[in-house]
């Protein structure tokens, strides 16, 4: 991918507050700003994937000139001023050398796929029309010397490569990340333009792998960050390309799988804005690529976090799409699910009839059993996960008796290997249980999810159980509820 960033001559500048863009974004969201960004990009017939976040890091100095597309897109948005005038540097004195001599030579056809080159002087920015995937936490407070961090010249492909494979973690969970060696005398060869093989594929679905089986057993928010950096430099390895097409399918395809892993990190710790550029990193890999498999996860993933953030009929129709996508691939398990997302977007809307035909659906194609076409990624789907979507969408409609049934299913069938979703579950009985008006058994339940806090961290389900805190205070004097709301009250906040 195309980097939206240049890379400073000067790495350890503070960054300065870009005051003229935020006072042409006026009164606009930074959201709001950055669709019209998006806007004024088809207008030109550039691509550019600008969101709030990338709003964000223009205002806060951390963008000091941007790419040729944005460029572009924003030198149309406002004839008649130069990037000085929206608070850019100028690009020599932010490239140095290296990029007068880029600015001097003739431009290329932006339209075709990004490729990054590198110089004796410095990186040189790639004249594509993709952005890479940046983090909100590009670099972890307590690690200044972060080999994640994309903006030093010297961050090229072999460093790259190396970060990759051996990040180590913030928490005893994110450093299980770490082990993905890639052999000595390959970084010892000292050579930056060396292409991806298929070693580092390899890693890359390996990465894929310990990210899920981390969150399974941990939950998210202790992941994030980290989990982050793999994806970042995942990209910089295809920019880098590979030494064979069957190599860069892999890429891609890790690639996009790790993009859809990370932001359900993201998503689970409550960072919705950073999992929705993530699923759409993913699915415009999934589209590129040609990959229906990949189309649909992400598809998929998408419509929960819709109906997460209050867009159930987002999540309707993004449900809707996975499935077309995903029909002629072969996997009912995988249809089955699909239709649970889109049972929880009819919830959402408050349509019982849409839902009830949904989960009819889901229970039905789950019932074909599974098959070879089934995906990797869908192996935290069994009868647990189907019970526990379909508690949520009860709840959702308001029917807490039904769905404390089939919150209470779903943890006691569920594999003691999840940990996170037991303690997911659990937290769903305890709310149902709560506000169905039996708050001694909501009590008794929400002990056993803070029993299971000190494994598992999870933005959701710690909100949860705040919930059914507050639910459960009118009721202190029941049996076991005034010693769950004492412990609740202990808990560490959030951030």
Do not use: K
Request: glycine share 8%; proline share 5%; net charge neutral.
């Amino acid at each position: 991918m195309a980097s939206s960033t240049v890379t400073s001559s000067q790495p350890n500048r503070p960054a300065r507050p870009n005051l003229a863009f935020r006072r042409v974004r006026g009164q606009r969201s930074p959201a709001e700003f950055a669709a019209l960004v998006r806007r004024a990009a088809r207008e030109i017939g550039e691509r550019v994937s600008c969101d709030a976040r990338y709003i964000g890091r223009v205002e806060a100095g951390e963008i000091r000139c941007p790419n040729y597309a944005y460029e572009r897109v924003f030198l149309h948005m406002f004839p008649g001023r130069t990037l000085t005038d929206l608070g850019f540097a100028s690009r020599s004195s932010v490239r140095g050398r290296g990029a007068r001599m880029d600015e001097e030579a003739p431009l290329t056809d932006t339209t075709s796929p990004a490729h990054t080159t590198s110089g004796a002087h410095g990186v040189r920015e790639t004249h594509g029309v993709y952005e890479p995937y940046e983090t909100q936490d590009r670099q972890d407070p307590q690690d200044p010397q972060n080999p994640y961090d994309m903006h030093h010249d010297h961050e090229e492909s072999d460093v790259l490569r190396r970060a990759f494979m051996t990040g180590g973690g913030a928490t005893v969970a994110a450093a299980s990340l770490a082990p993905l060696g890639l052999p000595h005398d390959a970084l010892a060869a000292g050579r930056p333009s060396l292409r991806a093989g298929t070693r580092e594929a390899s890693a890359l679905e390996e990465a894929v792998r310990r990210i899920r089986l981390l969150d399974d057993r941990h939950g998210a928010d202790g992941l994030y960050r980290r989990a982050a950096a793999p994806l970042r430099t995942a990209y910089a390895l295809l920019d880098a390309g590979a030494t064979r097409q069957a190599t860069a399918d892999r890429l891609h395809l890790g690639a996009g799988e790790l993009a859809i892993s990370v932001g359900w990190l993201a998503h689970d710790s409550g960072r919705y804005d950073d999992a929705r550029s993530h699923y759409a990193e993913a699915l415009a890999t999934a589209r590129m690529t040609g990959d229906p498999a990949l189309e649909a996860h992400a598809f998929c993933n998408t419509a929960f976090l819709a109906r997460d953030s209050g867009r159930p009929r987002e999540a309707v129709r993004a449900a809707q799409a996975a499935q077309r996508v995903a029909r002629p691939l072969g996997s009912a398990r995988l249809m089955s699910l699909l239709a649970l997302r889109e049972a929880g977007g009819w919830a959402g809307l408050a349509d019982r009839t849409g839902c009830e035909q949904a989960l009819v659906r889901a229970q039905a194609l789950y019932g074909r059993g599974p098959c070879d076409a089934d995906p990797e990624w869908m192996s935290f789907y069994g009868e647990a996960e189907l019970e526990g979507l379909e508690a949520q969408c009860w709840s959702t409609l308001g029917d807490w008796q039904r769905a404390a049934r089939h919150a209470g299913r779903a943890a006691h069938l569920q594999d003691p290997h999840f940990t996170r979703n037991i303690a997911l579950y659990t937290a769903e009985l305890a709310d149902d249980l709560a506000r169905g008006g039996r708050p001694d058994e909501a009590a008794t339940a929400g002990m056993r999810v803070l029993d299971l806090l000190d494994e598992v961290q999870s933005s959701r389900i710690q909100t949860m159980l705040a919930g059914t805190a507050r639910v459960l205070l009118p009721h202190r004097r029941a049996s076991g509820v005034s010693t769950f709301l004492e412990r609740h009250a202990s808990l560490p906040r959030m951030a």
